[in-house]
């Protein structure tokens, strides 16, 4: 059982394109979607986080967009660079008493020069 | 470096042995997670703890594995009797209140075990 699920595995982009990584979940409770990025041999890094009262985030270069009707949410990299090329996992976790993070597979994005 | 600190960072056992991992949280962050990540795969949560309590140890398999979260001293991931299946990188993550989304994560201990 897959609660969320990240789409496409691999991404290929030329410099100053836009990759997009979509997400999606299963579970309603789910009030908070962080994306991390990850870089190899490093631990993941919290990039940029939405929660489901807005449609659309921005920091610096990096948007999400949210569709709480849909259960979608998707990560946008603005003007993407070389140093972007990173794993990058979104994920969803419910308030309360525990926040523990259900992610998805990842995506593998390169960003060639 | 206020970051989560992990240690070590690469650990080998052999088949048969035990395994401790170390974690010790961002200062002033009293909550702990541990994820394991198996190659090609995202993260998995494994348990969750607060100062001398487990809250959530349900992605914990059943045998072998313990945590633990002490007043003094870092959280440790205990892995008894390790198999190659065992074999991941190790992940914690550290929180500063019940009430916060946010965890920053360490830089993860790689067990290998051959």
């Known amino acids: 059982q897959q609660q969320v699920k990240q789409s496409p595995q691999s991404l290929i982009v030329q410099k100053g394109g836009i990759p997009i990584i979509n997400c999606a979940y299963e579970?309603?409770?789910?009030?908070?979607f962080p994306w991390y990025q990850q870089f190899p041999g490093k631990g993941p890094a919290l990039l940029i986080a939405i929660r489901p009262d807005v449609s659309e985030k921005k920091e610096g270069r990096f948007t999400i967009s949210f569709n709480k009707s849909a259960k979608q949410f998707s990560l946008h990299i603005m003007d993407s660079q070389p140093g972007d090329s990173a794993t990058y996992f979104c994920a969803a976790s419910r308030g309360g008493s525990n926040y523990k993070l259900t992610f998805g597979k990842g995506t593998l994005l390169t960003v060639n020069p | 470096n206020a970051g989560v600190m992990q240690n070590p960072r690469h650990l080998v056992r052999r088949r048969g042995q035990e395994a401790r991992l170390r974690c010790s949280p961002m200062k002033g962050h009293s909550h702990v997670y541990w994820y394991r990540q198996l190659p090609e795969e995202g993260l998995k949560f494994m348990v969750y703890?607060?100062?001398?309590?487990?809250?959530?140890e349900s992605g914990m398999p059943k045998e072998r594995f313990s945590a633990e979260f002490p007043k003094e001293g870092p959280s440790i991931l205990r892995i008894q009797q390790v198999v190659r299946g065992d074999s991941a990188a190790y992940f914690c993550?550290?929180?500063?209140?019940?009430?916060?989304?946010?965890?920053?994560f360490g830089p993860g201990t790689r067990l290998t075990v051959t």
């Open positions: 579970n309603t409770a789910f009030d908070y």
């Open positions: 993550a550290s929180s500063k209140s019940q009430a916060t989304y946010e965890q920053y």
């Open positions: 703890l607060q100062k001398e309590n487990i809250i959530d």
